[in-house]
């Protein structure tokens, strides 16, 4: 790990001074990616700004839905009865994600800025766009199993790893930041990018911008929901695909649909053509087929993950299904029925 | 601020406080050095393992403030004024000083281990999965424990350990 020097501010208004006062400033909160990156050298900061001891630990009613603080772990948020009760695929896809030990400590910004599992990207060795823009991309014609399979560019083809993300994507949350040009809300499509010609940047938020929370709307799709995660090994492993599903039924017929997939590209993945096309289509297999058809023409494999493609359109099939008929897949029931 | 360590290139040691397995001790720590470092290489606590030092393994766990982490992933220095129980000290925290903790009992009776190295990690790991409460059957449990690897494939008889504690409604 590199030498760094380390504040600890109490006010958001001192940590946004403090990330601008050293070249290479980091945040830093759960650390479970960060510390991890720093490890491999992928990481240099020269100045940590521990952000932990910052009035951001709430989870709030606010218009109407409910406003989670940037410092929130994920273990809080998952079990928080507010999200189990009102937003369950939140839950579910936070429960899907890394150990038990790890949402103990890891947080919802932490959460939202961790960066891609790529191979390449933490090997110091090897050329990477992301880690060093302009030196390549190794995983085009490498091993590129776990990679992207929508929206990649000959830049880079790397995923978003995070579970909770493809959820909040779905429910269409905000992510509230603030930094010297003021507060800003951003919506949660918006937040994370496509790599195009600059794979460096993950996401839109500033270098010198905080997160200060994730904004729930109100509506929550709890009684029509799943998290679908499907991956080498049943617990404690990234997820080659997964679908977040949320629908809203007239009696068998679709009043609403969202899916967003995890896994498949530099953000959370979802297709407004193929949600619309659900609308007001019976909730039957040959309607989510149909949806799934749509998304999936846009799919281009890479030489080693093509298989995700018939794997995310069963997943996204599946994830509507068990939405549809309100049987949501619990994290510890490893069943595939 | 709190606390500034300096100027950039300049980094100094932090004082910290820790009250460790029930003893405060204040150190000086690099703020680089991990709590798992800090236990192991400055503490002579090494009853926590060091397996992957990344995150994949569970090894490292301890609790902090009564939660279990991964204490690879910990700065020592973040983590100022808290309070960590290590294996060695999880006996004593549950008020059972000079006999084992109810959870180490059940692993020598279900014999859930082999060579033993994952084993501070699986103790403080269900330790502190039995005090979040959110597991209760043979799945969720093995869901919950899923962060610890063990390398020797015990996992049954791990379970069957936990099991054992929680029913018997003695863990803490
Ligand atoms: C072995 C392992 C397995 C994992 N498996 C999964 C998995 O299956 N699914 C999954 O979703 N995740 C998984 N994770 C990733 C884990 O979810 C993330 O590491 C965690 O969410 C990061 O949160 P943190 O608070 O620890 O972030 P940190 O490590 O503290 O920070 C991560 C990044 O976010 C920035 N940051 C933090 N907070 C803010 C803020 N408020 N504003 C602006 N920037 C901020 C930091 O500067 C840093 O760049 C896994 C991790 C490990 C180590
Ligand atoms: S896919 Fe992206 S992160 Fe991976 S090697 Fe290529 S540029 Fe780097
Ligand atoms: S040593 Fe910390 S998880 Fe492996
Ligand atoms: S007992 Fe050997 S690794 Fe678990």
């Keep these: 790990m590199n030498r760094f020097d380390y504040v600890r501010p109490t006010t958001v208004e001192e940590a946004v001074k403090a990330i601008g006062s050293a070249a290479n400033a980091r945040f830093i909160a759960g650390g479970t990616n960060l510390v991890d990156l720093m490890k491999y050298n992928v990481e240099r900061p020269e100045r940590l700004v521990d952000i932990t001891r910052l009035p951001l630990e709430g989870i709030e009613e606010h218009e109407g839905g ?55 990207f933490y090997d110091e060795a090897t050329p990477c766009n992301k880690r060093e823009p302009g030196s390549g991309c190794q995983a085009i014609g490498g091993v590129n199993r776990i990679h992207a399979i ?89 997820a080659l695909v997964s679908v977040a599903a949320l629908v809203r039924l007239d009696g068998n017929t679709i009043g609403e649909a969202r899916f967003a997939l995890g896994g498949v590209a530099h953000k959370p993945w979802r297709n407004a053509e193929a949600e619309a096309f659900l609308t007001g289509k019976p909730a039957t297999r040959e309607s989510f087929e149909g949806a799934a058809e749509i998304v999936m023409r846009e799919a281009k494999p890479q030489s080693e993950n093509g298989f995700k493609i018939e794997l995310a359109r069963r997943a996204i099939i599946r994830g509507l299904t068990q939405a549809a008929s309100g049987t949501p897949q619990s994290q510890s029931d490893k069943r595939i029925a | ?37 800090l236990l192991r290489e400055d503490l002579d606590l090494t009853g926590t393992k060091k397996g992957c030092d990344h995150g994949q393994c569970g090894a490292c766990t301890v609790l902090v403030n009564g939660t279990r982490i991964n204490s690879c992933l910990a700065l020592a220095v973040m983590k100022d004024g808290a309070e960590i129980v290590t294996v060695e000290g999880l006996a004593k925290h549950a008020g059972q000083d000079g006999a ?3 959870l180490q009992a059940a692993f020598v009776e279900r014999d859930a281990f082999q060579c033993g190295y994952c084993t501070p990690g699986q103790l403080c790991s269900a330790a502190g999965m039995i005090a979040e409460g959110h597991a209760t059957s043979r799945e969720e449990i093995r869901e919950a424990m899923s962060g610890n690897i063990c390398r020797c494939g015990a996992y049954t008889n791990i379970v069957d350990a936990i099991e054992d504690v929680m029913h018997a409604g003695a863990a803490r």
């Design chain 1, 66 to 120: 409910l406003r989670i603080g940037a410092l929130v772990t994920n273990s809080t948020l998952a079990y928080d009865e507010r999200i189990q009760n009102r937003y369950p695929l939140l839950s579910s896809a936070i429960l899907a994600g890394a150990s038990g030990q790890l949402r103990n400590a890891a947080t919802t910004g932490g959460n939202l800025n961790q960066r891609t599992r790529c191979y390449y």
């Design chain 1, 150 to 238: 929508f929206g990649t560019s000959e830049n880079c083809i790397a995923t978003h790893p995070s579970d909770m993300c493809v959820a909040l994507a779905a429910l269409e949350a905000q992510v509230r930041v603030t930094g010297p040009g003021g507060e800003r809300r951003i919506p949660f499509a918006e937040f994370h990018r496509l790599p195009g010609d600059t794979p460096q940047y993950d996401t839109t938020l500033k270098a010198d911008e905080i997160v200060l929370s994730v904004d729930l709307p109100d509506e929550g799709f709890a009684g029509h929901h799943t998290y679908l995660k499907l991956r080498d090994r049943l617990s404690y492993a990234f």
């Design chain 2, 1 to 37: 601020m709190l606390i500034d360590s300096g100027s950039p290139g300049a980094p100094a040691t932090i004082g910290i406080s820790l009250t460790i397995n029930g003893e405060v001790r204040e150190l000086q720590v690099a703020p680089w050095t991990t709590l798992l470092d």
């Design chain 2, 100 to 102: 084992m903790h109810p």
